[in-house]
């Protein structure tokens, strides 16, 4: 099966790797747009201290920092074998002592769910000092040991690295994706046509653009930083077929871009996803005409 991955920001790049992992063809491309978001991501991986409580957010992402260390072991047999990821552990601050209580009980609460997130310590403002200097002396905080961080730019090179290494053709360009009576035959590359059995659009904040000879795309999707509420739009668009999305993922995407980028590759090659993607339909309830 031939797939093309529009976009090799942590989701694109994740998707090409996942796919060529399944044996699936490959070409992945990128406009190398400024303002890519994997490039400015500050690349904390703990969303257990976000303050979202919806289902399927809190599943995808928790889904997706459990499986960072197993993606980190197949990358590191690949040759990729620093790409950045430490587990380093975070501070989430508290205004005060009893604030910090809150904090500590209420990511507790979560460790049933989410055993990955580690130890949780309520610190001192001087115990919190001693791990990150520059907070004031009366700071309060909460430690959460299984908390990382990741460079998005070093990981998003290293997965199109190990996809290219599995087979991926990896092209510089920009691209438009090709319709023909509602369906999606592949790419537009300048006046060239590749054609695939399907397209996962890893956009990012390009989108709408990206969806611009599709008249229903152009109209009713708009990239957010987040999709319709807190969830991301990852999976396939309804009303097209050949064309799954993956994009969306807010302020956690460096969390989350890995897993989701896998999850698209399944959904694209027609295999049942690991997680459930009914919940981030992109366009939910749209019908083709
Ligand atoms: C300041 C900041 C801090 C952040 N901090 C964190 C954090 O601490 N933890 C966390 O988990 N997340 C964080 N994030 C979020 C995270 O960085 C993003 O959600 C994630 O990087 C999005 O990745 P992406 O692959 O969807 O998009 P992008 O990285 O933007 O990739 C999209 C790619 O698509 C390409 N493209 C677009 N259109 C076309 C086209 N037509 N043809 C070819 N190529 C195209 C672009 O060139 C680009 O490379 C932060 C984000 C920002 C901005």
Do not use: K, N
């Not at 956009?203 to 152009?218: I, K, M, P, S, V």
């Amino acid at each position: 099966m031939r797939l093309i991955v529009v976009g090799s920001g942590i989701v694109g790049a994740s998707c090409a790797y996942a796919a060529t992992s399944l044996g699936a063809e490959v070409v992945l491309v990128d406009a190398a747009r400024p303002g890519r978001a994997t490039a400015a991501g500050a690349g904390i991986i703990c969303p257990w201290s976000a303050p979202v409580t919806d289902p399927a957010w809190c599943a995808l992402a928790y889904a997706a920092a459990r499986e960072y260390p197993a993606l980190m072991a197949r990358l590191a047999d690949l040759g990729e074998t620093d790409v950045s990821y430490r587990q380093v552990g975070a501070l989430a601050l508290a205004a005060d002592e009893e604030d910090r209580e809150r904090i500590r009980l209420a990511l507790t609460a979560r460790r049933a769910e989410a055993p990955e997130i580690g130890e949780v310590t309520g610190l001192s403002g001087a115990e919190a000092r001693q791990l990150f200097p520059p907070l004031r002396a009366d700071a309060a905080a909460v430690h959460i040991g299984g908390a990382a961080r990741v460079d998005g730019r070093e990981l998003a090179a290293a997965l199109a690295r190990a996809a290219a290494r599995q087979g991926a053709v990896v092209r510089q360009d920009q691209a438009q994706l090709a319709l023909d009576h509602g369906r999606v035959t592949g790419v537009r590359i300048g006046g060239e046509l590749i054609r695939a059995d399907a397209v996962v659009a890893a956009t990012g904040a390009w989108t709408r653009d990206f969806l611009a000879d599709g008249t229903y795309l152009e109209t009713r999707v708009g990239f957010r930083p987040v999709g319709p509420g807190i969830r991301p739009l990852l999976g396939p668009v309804p009303a097209l077929d050949g064309l799954v999305v993956a994009t969306g993922l807010g302020a956690t995407g460096l969390t989350m871009g890995p897993l989701s980028g896998a999850l698209a590759a399944q959904s694209a090659l027609g295999l049942p996803p690991a997680i459930d993607l009914e919940p981030f339909t992109p366009l939910p309830g749209m019908t083709r005409e």
